[in-house]
């Protein structure tokens, strides 16, 4: 059932051959070791082995093999140890690398003092008006503190300041790019998968006296490297549990509420809200820019003259001389007075050498009187040749 020919796996697990047999297959192989009764069937039987299946030969096989089990176990050991060390001591290390980094960042301890500053211009007057400092956990509720401006927070503010005043600090929190894995990092389990490790590890030490020296030997190098691990696993942890109390006397904490895990998550979270609000406030930006072009754009087109129509005839200039010559020819009556109060003072000035004000005009008209050549009607029509009798005196 392991798929193992029985006489090339008995080899393999006799001389702990970890080449010939991967973890797979000898994790299949523990699954599938025989039970006390199983044992006492083969060891039973006496007939001949040619004719068991392939699995049965594979037992007969395998408990000729002194401590089958034990030889099993210990190359099972040396497959899981190293990929099982290496998750624990990442997380161990990253874990005091991000811890140690923020308590030695200037720029946290400057921009922590930018939100003091902040904090106690807006509490001014209140009781929480100079500070001389302020609990962690407001970090994670700045992008929650809404502007008097529309779309803005807190955090956009203060990004948006530090931005003028403090460029140096815009992008701190690059150096903390893995404080949000860091953050799910619980120190206790840290523990936890250490003592399990140690656990096996003294196990197979323990009952590795019963192999012979050369199955001892081909596991010594593995026991060697997994016990100088486990010391410097144990020693990280302690380390990452000092690294808890310097957070707590540093940040002035609760230590019954408040772990090192609890203040990754705090700065995860301001790290994570803080980068978000710097792409906010470039995109608010450019609409800013994108409208302010817009208003700049329709106003100058308001400026402009309205456009003509396609085809319109451009508007001509009445002309008061045209006027009356029109009423002449179709044979109006002719007053002394006439109203031509709707006259363009520019047409009166250009055509009858007037330079006055349009009401000055039109009252100057009134006062006109128009001679007809004698024995002509006045209500008759008039040739355009005797147009040029026509004596027009104007009395200033």
């Not at 874990?95 to 960042?105: D, V």
């Not at 930006?285 to 400026?303: F, I, N, P, S």
Request: charged share 35%; proline share 3%; net charge positive.
């Amino acid at each position: 059932s392991s798929g193992i020919n029985a006489e090339y796996g008995g080899k393999a697990i006799e001389g702990c051959d970890t080449t010939k047999l991967n973890n797979d297959q000898v994790t299949g192989l523990l699954k599938i070791l025989p039970e006390k009764e199983d044992i006492k069937a083969i060891k039973a039987y006496t007939g001949d082995e040619a004719l068991l299946a392939e699995a049965e030969r594979f037992y007969v096989t395998l408990l000729k093999i002194p401590e089958y089990a034990l030889k099993l176990d210990c190359m099972k050991f040396s497959y899981e140890f190293k990929p099982q060390t290496e998750v624990l001591g990442t997380r161990i290390t990253n874990c005091l690398k991000a811890g140690n980094a923020i308590l030695e960042s200037t720029e946290v301890k400057e921009l922590l003092h930018i939100m003091l500053v902040v904090g106690n211009f807006i509490n001014t007057g209140g009781y929480a008006g100079n500070a001389a400092g302020f609990r962690l956990s407001p970090l994670t509720k700045i992008h929650e503190i809404k502007s008097n401006k529309p779309r803005m927070t807190m955090m956009h503010v203060l990004v948006e300041s530090i931005e003028k005043n403090k460029p140096e600090l815009l992008h701190f929190y690059k150096k903390f790019d893995d404080i949000t894995q860091v953050a799910k990092i619980d120190n206790a389990e840290n523990e936890r998968e250490l003592r399990e490790l140690k656990k096996v590890l003294d196990d197979i030490k323990g009952r590795m006296k019963k192999l012979d020296q050369a199955s001892i030997d081909k596991f010594a190098d593995v026991l060697k490297e997994a016990s100088d691990f486990c010391e410097t696993a144990k020693k990280g942890i302690d380390d990452i549990n000092g690294l808890e109390a310097k957070y707590i006397k540093f940040f002035v904490l609760d230590k019954k509420n408040y772990s090192l895990q609890e203040c990754f998550r705090v700065f995860s979270i301001f790290c994570n809200k803080f980068e978000a609000a710097i792409g906010e406030n470039k995109k608010r930006r450019e609409q800013e820019e994108r409208l302010a072009k817009r208003k700049a754009e329709m106003a100058k087109r308001e400026t402009l003259p309205r456009a003509k129509k396609k085809g319109q005839p451009p508007p001509q200039e009445e002309c008061v001389i045209d006027n009356l010559l029109s009423e002449i020819r179709g044979g109006l009556s002719l007053r002394k007075t006439k109203s031509v109060g709707n006259a363009d003072s520019k047409a009166l000035t250009r055509n009858l050498s007037i330079k006055k004000s349009n009401q000055e005009s039109a009252e100057k008209w009134r006062k006109t009187k128009i001679a007809m050549p004698e024995g002509k009607p006045v209500n008759g029509s008039v040739d355009p040749v005797q147009l040029s009798q026509i004596n027009i005196d104007v009395k200033t």
